[in-house]
């Protein structure tokens, strides 16, 4: 069986490292535009402290399927000798200066503590403990310490799988892939003029899914969200285990080693796939950021990023084969989880093209609830 990736984001890799695992004939097809979303992660993994998560179950159960996917899958890289993946349960704290506000959290992932135990410890913090975790926060805050959070980064776990996938005999091409069809079945990808043939083509890419589906009459919805994040370094701080931190809104905070601290994000709908550092964008991140953690005032600033959301009105992701056209796989739409779901998202498309069974019910992924074909 030969298959064609088209995108190699934290999707894509994750799907091309599991076929090929499966001793699968993969060729990876990537154009790596700019704004490339899981390039810009921030790389929180911690589905557990989000309360809008209530309003869409069908994303909790699938982020958090993701978060606990994470430790096999990072043990199944260290066995093919890929372990420069970046991935630490460094715990994150959700912080508030409303004690009633930290209660209804508490109370929240204590709830889902008790179905998913991956989830970890959860201890209340004084002000002066959580500012003991990260010293500079705002010395008004108390928090809610959950232990099982993770970071990764982006690209080093991007690297690693698509590295594995490699190892595993996974072919690589660079370039801009358009699909070809015959008689409502996919055939394969032309790429610079050439034409590769494949028995099925998964569709991993990321923002820009809606050029690769035109051409086949299938309208998936899916529109970029600009996100700019900002890399700080905070000279003569160990920031290698330093929490996570998640103020309740759309900003955060996400300590890397070597003294990073990386604070975002914007979340601009409508910029379109517009590359650029804004003013008002740097404005946003930098002000929430200092709001939280005054004490990073005196960092360097050391790089902004900007990446493309694939972000659906709906929120819930698009997974699953198209019926109309056979040897279709559809994983996109991952919104600001991408990075939690990804691997485990590229695992389920790798079982749908094999046809085996899954572990999670698909129905509410099912790209046709959008697609007009
Ligand atoms: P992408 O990573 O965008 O990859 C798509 C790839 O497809 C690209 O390389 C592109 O070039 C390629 N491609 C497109 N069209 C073609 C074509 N025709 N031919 C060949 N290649 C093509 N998630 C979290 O879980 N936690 C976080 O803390 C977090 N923070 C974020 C912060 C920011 C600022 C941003 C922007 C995102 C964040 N996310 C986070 C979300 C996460 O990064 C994304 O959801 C995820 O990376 C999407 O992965 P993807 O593989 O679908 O798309």
Redesign the pocket.
Same mark, same amino acid.
């Given at each position: 069986m030969k298959v064609i990736v @088209? %995108?190699? %984001?934290?999707?894509?890799a994750s799907t091309a490292y599991h076929l090929a695992r499966e001793g699968v004939e993969v060729v990876v097809?990537?154009?790596?535009?700019e704004g490339?979303?899981?390039?810009?992660? *921030?790389?929180?993994?911690c589905p557990w402290i989000s309360s809008g998560d209530d309003n869409h179950p069908d994303l909790y159960t699938l982020a958090n399927a993701g978060a606990c996917y994470y430790p096999s899958l990072i043990s199944m890289l260290g066995q093919d000798g890929e372990t420069n993946v970046s991935y630490r349960l460094v715990g994150a704290m959700a912080v508030n200066s409303d004690e009633a506000k930290l209660d209804a959290i508490e109370q929240m992932v204590r709830k889902r503590q008790s179905e998913t135990p991956e989830v970890g410890e959860i201890r209340r913090l004084s002000p002066a403990e959580a500012q003991a975790l990260f010293p500079p926060l705002n010395s008004g805050l108390g928090a809610v310490y959950v232990t099982g959070a993770a970071r990764v980064d982006?690209k080093l776990m991007r690297d690693a799988l698509n590295r594995a996938a490699q190892k595993h005999g996974a072919l690589y091409q660079s370039?801009?892939?358009?699909l070809e069809a015959k008689d409502g079945k996919v055939v394969g990808v032309r790429v610079k003029g050439q034409f590769i043939s494949a028995d099925a083509v998964v569709v991993? *890419?990321?923002?820009?899914?809606s050029?690769?589906l035109e051409p086949l009459g299938i309208d998936v919805s899916i529109v970029p969200q600009r %996100?700019?994040?900002i890399h700080l370094e905070v000279p003569g701080h160990d920031t290698s285990n330093w929490p996570v931190i998640l103020p309740q809104n759309d900003h955060?905070l @996400?300590s890397f080693d070597h003294s990073r601290v990386v604070v %975002?994000?914007t979340r601009e709908t409508g910029a379109g796939f517009d590359y650029r550092v804004t003013t008002s964008g740097v404005k946003e991140v930098l002000d929430k950021a200092l709001s939280i953690a005054p004490g990073l005032a005196n960092g360097t600033l050391k790089e902004i990023?900007i990446?493309?959301?694939?972000f659906g009105k709906e929120l819930s992701p698009l997974i699953g084969l198209v019926p109309s056209m056979e040897g279709l796989v559809i994983?996109?739409g991952?919104?600001?989880?991408?990075?939690?779901?990804?691997p485990y998202v590229g695992l389920t498309a790798a079982n749908l093209v094999l046809g085996n069974e899954l572990d999670l019910d698909l129905t509410p992924f099912n790209p046709l609830r959008k697609v007009t074909v």
């Open positions: @088209v %995108g190699a %984001g934290i999707v894509g097809v990537d154009y790596l535009h490339q979303a899981t390039a810009a992660g *921030a790389g929180i993994v982006g370039g801009e892939a358009d991993t *890419a990321g923002a820009w899914i050029k690769v %996100g700019q994040i955060y @996400v %975002g994000a990023r990446g493309f959301r694939p994983a996109n991952l919104g600001a989880s991408g990075l939690t779901m990804g």
